[in-house]
T-cell receptor, first 114, second 114 residues
């Protein structure tokens, strides 16, 4: 595997379900990010982790719970989501601090909440 | 203050023509301005980036022009090709804050007709 991988690529879940999105980066980076991409809206930064520590929570509802067990893996735990949470969820990684604007994105997980 | 405004929303260009996408920002604390390219089914990929102390940066057919006083920057794609058809996002980063926080524009969908 190379780059940034995300699983699953597609997910359909009911409003009462609990599911998790997984991201893995094979680039030796030490910063990881979750973004939400909705139609007709800019990419929205959700969370930032630097060296496994959360450094940014962009006012994300608590029904989204991130976890970063090490610099290579990032999870997004989902529970009691709303239909408006349906979107493409993108994971990205970069070198922390130096050139942090140079982010490498995975292909995303297309989430549909029914 | 934190927004980056991008225009046009969509753009159709003939093969060989010049594609121009514009962005504007308000926050003078931004100090990196990357452009990302996204193909359907893929995550965004860094295309080119510029710092505000540089007025122009060119990489191959892609050029960023930066006007610090007007707080505007633009992407020019010279000799546009059908393979350039994608969605383009401008972004701004407070690199000096080292958080990796990127603020994205709304995106421009470019179609290059053969």
């Amino acid at each position: 595997e190379t780059g940034v991988t995300q699983t699953p690529r597609h997910l359909v879940m009911g409003m009462t379900n609990k599911k998790s999105l997984k991201c893995e980066q094979h680039l030796g980076h030490n910063a990881m990010y979750w973004y939400k991409q909705s139609a007709k809206k800019p990419l929205e930064l959700m969370f930032v982790y630097n060296f496994k520590e959360q450094t940014e929570n962009n006012s994300v509802p608590s029904r989204f719970s991130p976890e970063c067990p090490n610099s290579s893996h990032l999870f997004l735990h989902l529970h009691t989501l709303q239909p408006e949470d349906s979107a493409l969820y993108l994971c990205a990684s970069s070198q922390a601090r130096i050139r942090a604007y140079e982010q490498y994105f995975g292909p995303g997980t297309r989430l549909t909440v029914t | 203050q934190q927004q980056v405004k991008q225009s046009p929303q969509s753009l159709i260009v003939q093969k060989g023509g010049i594609s121009i996408i514009n962005c504007a920002y308000e926050n003078t604390a931004f100090d990196y301005f990357p452009w990302y390219q996204q193909f359907p089914g893929k995550g965004p990929a860094l295309l080119i980036a510029i710092r505000p102390d540089v007025s122009e940066k060119k990489e191959g057919r892609f050029t960023i022009s930066f006007n610090k006083s007007a707080k505007q920057f633009s992407l020019h794609i010279m000799d546009s090709q059908p393979g350039d058809s994608a969605t383009y996002f401008c972004a701004a980063s407070q690199g000096s804050s080292n958080t990796g926080k990127l603020i994205f524009g709304q995106g421009t969908t470019l179609q290059v007709k053969p």
